[in-house]
C-alpha cells in the first residue's frame, strides 16, 4: 500500500548536522500530516516534529531552534534538518504519515517506516 523509505542517519559528534529524508510511495491520492519521531533504548517513541499538508509545524520542545522539519507535497518527502545534534539525540528516528487516503483503501491510515539510526558521540 505505502512504503516509507528513510535515508540521512549516521554517527555524528556533538555540534554536528544531519539530514533524515523520509519519502513515500504507493497508490497515495493524499498525505495529511508527515512526521519524525524517535526512540532511544530503553524508552518510549516519542515525538520529534510533524509539519501538515498546510504547512503548519510542531515540534518537541527539546528539538526546537535545533531541527527543522520540512516536507516537499509533490514528492510526498518529509525532511528533517537537525542541527547542533547532542548525545542525548541519539536514536531510532521513524518516519510517519498520517491520515493518509490511498487508492484501493477505504478510509484513511496512518503508515510507519522502518526506523533510521541516528548516533550523536561526545
Known amino acids: 500500500q505505502v512504503q516509507l523509505v528513510e535515508s540521512g542517519g549516521g554517527l555524528v559528534q556533538a555540534g554536528g548536522s544531519l539530514r533524515l529524508s523520509c519519502a513515500a510511495s504507493?497508490?497515495?491520492?493524499?498525505?495529511?500530516?508527515m512526521g519524525w519521531y524517535r526512540q532511544a533504548p530503553g524508552k518510549q517513541r516519542e515525538l520529534v516534529a510533524t509539519v501538515t499538508d498546510a504547512g503548519s509545524t510542531n515540534y518537541a520542545g527539546s528539538v526546537k531552534g535545533r531541527f527543522t522539519i520540512s516536507r516537499d507535497n509533490a514528492k510526498n518527502t518529509v525532511f528533517l534538518q537537525m542541527n547542533s545534534l547532542e548525545p542525548e539525540d541519539t536514536a531510532v528516528y521513524y518516519c510517519a504519515v498520517f491520515r493518509t487516503i490511498v487508492v484501493g483503501v477505504i478510509g484513511h491510515r496512518d503508515y510507519w517506516g522502518q526506523g533510521t539510526q541516528v548516533t550523536v558521540s561526545s
Open positions: 504507493g497508490s497515495i491520492v493524499s498525505i495529511n500530516g
